[in-house]
């Protein structure tokens, strides 16, 4: 199967998106809010939204959140935001939902661990409780199997905890609560499914199984993939293969922020992953050069931090104001060896000079030389941004039909 090929066939809609079903895939996030404190909680959905997340979830674990879910929606929907919001009930959620129409209406999706719902015959009569609801409200619902939270009779039954047979609890877990869920009402076009583990080689061979067994649209993620390059290798090392195999529909990057640290950047590495196997764009990409023995300048570290920041800035606007415009690539290279050859390859390079070269900067588009730049580091930033946005300006159609002039 071939990345392009998506695997799951059936199609869930959740808000003004389509999982599944052949469609792109798609980055989610999830706030980490009191959602009852709606204002911070509102602000971090749309920041998430901003940065490129396409369904946004919260926690809703205590009637003060459920009752918050009303004025959320009103805020965000107010900000022009239009990302589905997805509820997160564990334990309570039966009861929230149940006690709380508001909450149960406005919600796009429900998010919920069958290990989570309760034990025995009360395990039953709440998660018949939640599908009820969601089919009442024809809200689409994931069955999220996470390997910290299995449903205790499950386990049981296996009374292993050997990787193969984990696996095939978690497997046999979703397996079985779609089954259930679909015997209360819910449609095949209303569950997404996700089993998640914490250690990539056991997601990937999880998740092929899983993709093997079921028609469902994927949830795919490490449920807890760790703090900076940690998390990001492995993320990437997981979902990476999945992802390339056409296996996952949805994803998320469940990073650990630092204390106070920004959110947003789990939804960038989702961006970035999806780009970078080909899928999908989301941002101009830029081709820096790495550095070695020849470059003992800065500038074009400097150049390249530079680009990344100002092309972020601008994304917001550019993609409201043109078409295609994420596709854009550039590349800030530092000396002869790669430099030019980088800097035609892309739509707009620009080869500084490396140790003992002319301090002249070549600048290509499209694979033309069209000048060379010289001065301070300020004045090369100043000047390669203008030939940044003339060339936006030039080469993309207008959102509004027009091309632009």
């Not at 989570?116 to 969601?134: E, L, P, S, Y």
């Not at 386990?155 to 979703?174: D, W």
């Not at 679909?182 to 997601?203: A, F, N, W, Y």
Request: net charge neutral.
């Amino acid at each position: 199967m071939t990345p392009s090929e998506r695997r799951a066939t059936i199609a869930v809609p959740i808000g003004n998106l389509v999982i599944g079903g052949g469609g792109p895939v798609a980055v989610q996030s999830m706030t980490n809010t009191d959602t009852a404190n709606v204002e911070a909680t509102a602000r971090q959905v749309c920041d998430l939204a901003e940065a490129g997340s396409e369904l946004v979830r919260v926690t809703v674990n205590t009637g003060e959140a459920a009752v918050a879910i009303e004025e959320l929606v009103k805020r965000v929907r107010g900000a022009g935001c239009t990302a589905p919001i997805i509820g997160d009930f564990h334990y309570n959620g039966h009861k929230l939902l149940r006690e709380h129409g508001a909450c149960a209406r406005l919600l796009d999706k429900y998010r919920i661990n069958p290990g989570n719902v309760g034990a025995g015959t009360r395990h039953n009569d709440h998660f018949a409780t939640i599908c009820k609801i969601a089919a009442d409200h024809n809200k689409p619902v994931r069955i999220g199997v996470n390997a910290g939270s299995l449903d205790p009779e499950l386990v049981k039954r296996k009374m292993a905890v050997a990787e193969e047979s984990l696996n095939e609890c978690m497997i046999q877990s979703a397996l079985e609560s779609t089954e259930q869920a679909l015997t209360h009402g819910l449609r095949p076009d209303q569950i997404v499914i996700s089993c998640k583990s914490s250690t990539p080689r056991h997601l990937v061979n999880l998740y092929r199984e899983l993709a093997r067994r079921s028609e469902q649209p994927l949830h795919l993620g490490l449920t807890e993939a760790g703090m900076g390059m940690k998390g990001l290798v492995w993320s990437a090392a997981a979902m990476g293969i999945l992802l390339n195999e056409g296996i996952g529909d949805t994803i998320r990057v469940s990073l650990t922020p630092q204390p106070g640290g920004d959110r947003c950047e789990e939804v960038r590495a989702a961006c970035e992953l999806l780009q970078a196997l080909g899928l999908r764009s989301f941002m101009p990409s830029i081709t820096a050069c790495p550095g070695c023995g020849r470059t003992s300048s800065t500038v074009f570290q400097q150049l390249a931090k530079d680009t990344e920041a100002y092309v972020r800035s601008r994304m917001p606007e550019w993609r409201r104001q043109y078409e295609g415009v994420e596709t854009l690539r550039l590349a800030v290279m530092g000396c002869v060896v790669n430099g030019p050859g980088e800097s035609k390859a892309a739509n707009i390079g620009i080869s500084l000079p490396g140790t003992g070269e002319e301090p002249r900067c070549p600048v290509y588009v499209d694979g033309q030389h069209v000048t060379t730049l010289a001065g301070t580091p300020e004045q090369l930033r100043e000047a390669f941004q203008e030939i940044i946005e003339a060339y936006i300006a030039g080469k993309y159609p207008r959102t509004d039909g027009n091309a632009a002039q």
